[in-house]
Nanobody, 123 residues
Framework: QVQLVESGGGLVQAGESLRLSCAAS????????MGWFRQAPGKEREFVAA????????YYADSVKGRFTISRDNAKNTAFLLMNSLRPEDTAVYYC????????????????WGQGTQVTVSS
């Protein structure tokens, strides 16, 4: 069992930055690929970014490529999402995800979800 707890969300203005953190319980964090998804009001949950177990492979949604950076620290059981140049359309609840797979780009590959953290970007 893996428990994921996100933090770092908040209210920012367009163009500003935020860094989300996802702290994982357990000793098997390094065995899980990690990912970030988001869900805006009235919309389906969508993929944002993913990272492999060692961090050697990363993947981004086209909408965030060049602005967001995913990373992980296996020694601290934590994954991160650095979000730069935020836009109002980035407003959503952001969810951390873990999966016993090579990389997570679809919800069906997720084994564990965090509770979500709200990110609001004002124009």
């Amino acid at each position: 069992q893996v428990q994921l707890v996100e933090s770092g969300g908040g209210l920012v203005q367009a163009g500003e930055s935020l860094r989300l953190s996802c702290a994982a319980s357990g000793r098997t964090f390094s065995r899980y690929a990690m990912g970030w998804f988001r869900q805006a009001p009235g919309k389906e949950r969508e993929f944002v970014a993913a990272i492999s177990t060692t961090g050697g492979m990363v993947y981004y949604a086209d909408s965030v490529k060049g602005r967001f950076t995913i990373s992980r620290d296996n020694a601290k059981n934590t994954a991160f999402l650095l979000m730069n140049s935020l836009r109002p359309e980035d407003t959503a609840v952001y969810y951390c995800a873990a999966g016993a797979t090579t990389i997570i780009i679809r919800s069906r590959n997720v084994d564990y979800w965090g509770q979500g953290t709200q990110v609001t970007v004002s124009s």
